[in-house]
């Protein structure tokens, strides 16, 4: 059972280095999946002298999940997890606020990579380092994501600043909160990230 657990390892969406760990073992779960099919292929041509047999068959069946695999690997190397120096400057503010680290968002017409994302009752703030963020055409994504789940009346602010989050998460410990409400939020968020 142990053996099974070791390849369905996967860190949880909102921790800390969540994109790191998730991007070894995408490429991990890749390399074994076309191990797996290549194998078969030689056992095939090896066994019978041909590549037309039955476990050709079975090795290019088996490169289909081999390559959705290589597309999602693909996707976790375009995204690195929270900078360390940003990790410790924001889990000294963070307190008991609801924090979630390495989201992407993805859209239609864009990505939307957020470091850290706080929640707190309707209020949400995240911060992300990345060059060129959308701010407008993330608040846009995530409101109608927000309102499809029956959270309408979510205040969210993505800061660019690591000064200015840090100051806004002090501000927020001070703000009343609901903890299912907040977990609810949560939720939606992690729901929707890579």
């Known amino acids: 059972m142990q ?3 070791i390849f369905s390892y996967e860190k949880y969406r909102g921790t800390k280095g969540y994109l790191n760990t998730q991007r070894t073992y ?9 191990g797996i099919s290549l194998s078969l292929f030689a056992a095939g041509w090896i066994a019978t002298g041909s590549r037309l047999n039955l476990l050709t068959v ?4 088996g490169c289909l999940p081999a ?4 597309v999602g690997a693909v996707m976790f190397f375009r995204f690195r997890s929270c900078p360390p ?3 410790e ?3 000294a503010h963070v307190g008991d606020l609801l924090g979630l680290y390495d989201l992407v968002f993805t859209s239609y017409e864009k990505n939307y990579p957020v470091d850290h994302l706080a929640v707190r009752g309707n209020t949400v703030c995240g911060f992300s380092s990345a060059e060129h963020f959308d701010e407008q055409g993330f608040y846009r994504h995530m409101t109608s994501i927000l309102k499809a789940d029956g959270h309408g009346d979510v205040s969210l602010k993505i800061f660019r600043d690591l000064g ?6 002090e501000q927020m410990k001070g703000l009343e909160e609901d903890r299912a409400h907040t977990e609810r939020i949560a939720e939606t968020f992690r729901s929707v990230a890579l």
């Open 58 to 61: 079975v090795a290019v069946l």
């Open 164 to 169: 200015k989050y840090t100051e806004r998460l």
């Open 85 to 87: 120096h940003s990790a």
């Open 67 to 70: 390559c959705k695999s290589l």
């Open 89 to 91: 400057e924001i889990d």
């Open 3 to 5: 053996f099974f657990r």
């Open 26 to 34: 995408e490429v991990l779960r890749t390399a074994l999946y076309f």
